[in-house]
């Protein structure tokens, strides 16, 4: 199993959702964020003064997956997310060691 981790523009979550549920995956948490790469932030004036935004809002997508669904995963991922400009984000694949259903005590793939 694999944990893909997912830095995205806020509004492409609608994209990558759909994105996935084509390949079958639904489960996903969804988390409001804030944070900086390259961009480095921007600059806004309010009230005629300016300042600096140095963390920009994100959304993280978190899903776990069975290793032969990862590659497609992340290529939906990427296509759906991707503006071709500064700041589309990241995509992290880690391994999951262990994965358990609460309500059924299922475990392993079967529990995603």
Do not use: C, W
């Not at 995205?8 to 084509?22: G, M, Q, R, T, W």
């Not at 005590?105 to 995603?112: Q, R």
Request: hydrophobic share 40%.
């Amino acid at each position: 199993m694999k944990k893909i981790e997912a830095i995205i523009k806020p509004f492409k979550l609608s994209e990558v959702k759909d994105a996935l549920n084509e390949l079958g995956i639904q489960g996903m948490t969804v988390s409001e964020v804030k944070g900086f790469g390259r961009q480095k932030g921007h600059t806004e004036i309010y009230r005629g003064s300016e300042y600096t935004v140095d963390f920009l809002p994100k959304i993280k997508i978190e899903t776990v997956v069975a290793d032969s669904q990862k590659d497609a995963a992340v290529a939906a991922i990427i296509k759906a997310a991707k503006t071709g400009k500064i700041g589309d984000g990241k995509v992290f694949v880690s391994a999951i060691e262990e994965a358990t259903r609460i309500r059924t005590d299922e475990k392993g793939d079967g529990a995603i």
